[in-house]
């Protein structure tokens, strides 16, 4: 019987790992491409497992695209100088993103550029230390 018990907890716990492994699987990002997206913010959403901003973005048929963006945390976010009031809907931006591995449009956050030409993120050091952009928190 304690046989029986401890194999039935230790698929449990497999099958548990395996879907939070699945969840939090980078696979369906191309992080070997960074792509910028920019357009205007349809929506965002500041939620618990992931933040992400919905961005209508011009296509080449002169209609708009919306394009799904993945983010980290809100908690990490906050290390990066995000804050819930960051950005709105209606909020010009210009998204750096990992694209999806398929195709369609969407990506991972790596950072953003807002309107007033700040940019928050921390996956991306190169974007960080572009000219003219001024980084939270540092003044410049």
Not at 21 to 47: C, L, N, Y
Not at 81 to 97: E, N, P, Q, Y
Not at 113 to 124: E, P, Q, R, S, V
């Amino acid at each position: 019987m304690k046989k029986l018990t401890v194999t039935a907890a230790a698929v449990w716990v497999l099958l548990v790992a395996g879907s939070v492994f699945a969840h939090h699987s980078p696979v369906m990002f191309d992080r070997s491409k960074k792509q910028t997206i920019t357009g205007t913010v349809k929506e965002f959403v500041w939620t618990n497992p992931h933040a992400s901003i919905q961005v209508e973005v011009m296509n080449a048929q002169g209609g708009t695209d919306v394009w799904g963006v993945e983010m980290n945390s809100p908690n990490n976010l906050v290390h990066e100088g995000w804050k819930r009031t960051s950005i709105k809907a209606g909020d010009k931006v210009t998204v750096k993103i990992n694209p999806l591995r398929d195709g369609r449009p969407g990506g991972r956050y790596i950072g953003i550029t807002l309107a007033d030409g700040k940019y928050l993120g921390g996956g991306d050091t190169a974007a960080a230390a572009t000219p003219g952009q001024k980084k939270a928190g540092t003044g410049y």
